[in-house]
């Protein structure tokens, strides 16, 4: 939640299952929350590892070029170009929206890049299913959004630290190979409910597949 070199798996799963054990099947459940992919009608609540390789792995077959380089640009072009609070889908969200995802609660401190404790077993979960032979050849989008909270150049400043402290956990905590993960924060440039433009449902991460690392081998 925004707000207030790889080795063998098994060195990652082994800690990840840990975490989990310490924190409590209850609270990974209710951490998760899966996004609908393009090709789902409603989203689902994630409970399971295999329901998070599901979410990640559902691919759509068209390439839309998303980077954290260009999302960052188009935030930066809506703060410019809108002053308020956006009615309207945003580009960025609608490119976004075309890739399979999840979206995850992960804990920080108040005003802080400083990941809780226990969001801890939520990004164990996450690295088992990068690790996944599913998942192997694939590489990550790691979004940081907040809420309308406060200043946009701040959000968007904490936004990115965020994402960074995320990538940079998964990388040196969990073994994730640091050439797989992006991080880019879009502040309160995506609001899930721009309605209601401070609620908490804003406040969240998004985990988006875009595309693999090298040339998948052709079918035998």
């Known amino acids: 939640m ?3 070199h790889a080795t063998p798996k098994g060195r990652s799963s082994a800690m990840s299952t840990y975490l989990r054990r310490l924190a409590g099947p209850a609270m ?22 295999a329901e998070i390789i599901q979410g990640l792995q559902s691919v759509t077959s068209d390439d839309p070029g998303i980077s954290a380089a260009l999302l ?10 809108n002053p308020g609070i956006p009615t309207q889908t945003p580009n960025l969200v609608q490119k976004l929206n075309q ?3 999840i979206t995850v609660q992960i804990q920080f401190a108040l005003n802080s890049p400083i990941i809780r404790p226990e969001s801890y077993a939520t990004l164990g979960s996450i690295a ?3 690790h996944h ?5 694939y590489k990550f989008l790691v979004v940081g ?13 904490l936004s990115q630290e965020r994402a960074d402290a995320i990538v940079q956990a998964l990388v040196t905590l969990f073994r994730v190979a640091p050439n797989r993960l992006e991080a880019v924060g879009l502040g309160q440039e995506a609001l899930q409910d721009p309605s209601k433009p401070d609620a908490a449902v804003n406040r969240r991460v998004q985990i988006y597949n875009i595309g693999t690392v090298k040339p998948m081998p052709a079918a035998q």
């Open 28 to 49: 990974l459940a209710a951490a998760l929350a899966l996004v609908a992919a393009p090709a789902a009608v409603r989203a689902q609540t994630v409970t399971s590892d």
């Open 2 to 4: 925004m707000a207030d």
């Open 72 to 81: 960052r640009q188009m935030a930066q072009q809506s703060i410019a170009q």
């Open 99 to 101: 890739l399979a995802q």
């Open 128 to 130: 088992d299913a990068m």
């Open 145 to 157: 959004n907040t809420d309308a909270t406060g200043t946009r150049e701040y959000n968007l400043r």
């Open 133 to 137: 032979p599913m998942l192997w050849n």
